[in-house]
């Protein structure tokens, strides 16, 4: 299930508390510890090619686009 699946039936079920117990109790989205959830660009927030090097977290299509800004030299 989606984020915006679960926000969707939050409000579907907002004004009922016996249901949105029940719901809240089977169906929320866990906090994740590791995993591809985790690891995003904090740029784009894609997942596709994240580049943990030097702790950065940009992708790698990002991380063209700003290195020169970041101080990063390009050498032939």
Partial sequence: MTTT???KMLKQI???PGKLAKY??????RK???????K???????ASAPNAMFGL???R????????KI??????
């Fill in 5 to 7: 699946h679960y926000s």
């Fill in 24 to 29: 809240n109790k089977h169906n929320v989205p």
């Fill in 61 to 68: 299509q990002c991380l063209r686009e700003v290195a020169q």
């Fill in 40 to 46: 995003k660009c904090r740029r784009c927030g894609s």
């Fill in 14 to 16: 907002g004004g009922k």
């Fill in 32 to 38: 994740r510890k590791f995993g591809k959830e985790l």
């Fill in 71 to 76: 101080g990063f030299k390009k050498f032939n």
């Fill in 57 to 59: 977290r940009y992708c």
